[in-house]
T-cell receptor, first 114, second 115 residues
């Protein structure tokens, strides 16, 4: 059972444009929602993360929007650059009692065209 | 932030053989996680390894196929046993902490090809 659904699977955006990736979750016990960026041949690297008591978090060109009632969260990449071309994964985890396991979305391959 | 060294970075193995992947962390951590990432796919958790106790395996993964050792708080190994071409994947270890209070850090992965 896929607990975190991510869309779209792939995305092409022009340089300077906005990349938007969406995720939906089912388990209301999730309390930590990170986004990871992965380049070919590398492990995923934490990009930005949010907890459900906050509706938005911004770090540089990256913003997470969180809608607790809809059980959805999204990543916005502003002013997209060719160096942002990578695969992005949303994820979710529960508190310590549940073992801190990360459940990943299916991933979105982003290509930023110059 | 925590730094993870994973070895080997890649290997090509014959079917029926076993490969042991090592994960070394530069700080002591309670839990280490092993993931599998099949080509072009997302990450799937194989097991959680706590020091001093048996690893906890996720549904679909068994100890006989993926034995894990966790001898101390900075090191773990994952063995892929009796390999078949279906085991061709990237295997990654991960620890919690380092990149922010709740962040998880990943190693660069081991790219395994079984022929």
């Amino acid at each position: 059972q896929q607990q975190v659904k991510q869309s779209p699977q792939s995305l092409i955006v022009q340089k300077g444009g906005i990349s938007i990736i969406n995720c939906a979750y089912e388990n209301t016990a999730f309390d930590y929602f990170p986004w990871y960026q992965q380049f070919p041949g590398k492990g995923p690297a934490l990009l930005i993360a949010i907890r459900p008591d906050v509706s938005e978090k911004k770090e540089g060109r990256f913003t997470i929007s969180f809608n607790k009632s809809a059980k959805q969260f999204s990543l916005h990449i502003m002013d997209s650059q060719p160096g942002d071309s990578a695969t992005y994964f949303c994820a979710a985890s529960m508190n310590k009692a549940a073992g801190n396991k990360l459940t990943f979305g299916g991933g979105t391959r982003v290509l930023v065209k110059p | 932030s925590a730094v993870i060294s994973q070895k080997p970075s890649r290997d090509i193995c014959q079917r029926g053989t076993s490969l042991t992947i090592q994960c070394q962390v530069d700080s002591q951590v309670t839990m280490m996680f092993w993931y599998r990432q099949q080509p072009g796919q997302s990450l799937t958790l194989i097991a959680t390894a706590n020091q001093g106790s048996e690893a906890t395996y996720e549904s679909g993964f068994v100890i006989d196929k993926f034995p894990i050792s966790r001898p101390n708080l900075t090191f773990s190994t994952l063995t892929v046993s009796n390999m078949s071409p279906e085991d061709s994947s990237i295997y990654l270890c991960s620890v919690r902490g380092g990149q922010g209070l709740d962040g998880y850090t990943f190693g660069s992965g081991t790219r395994l090809t079984v022929v």
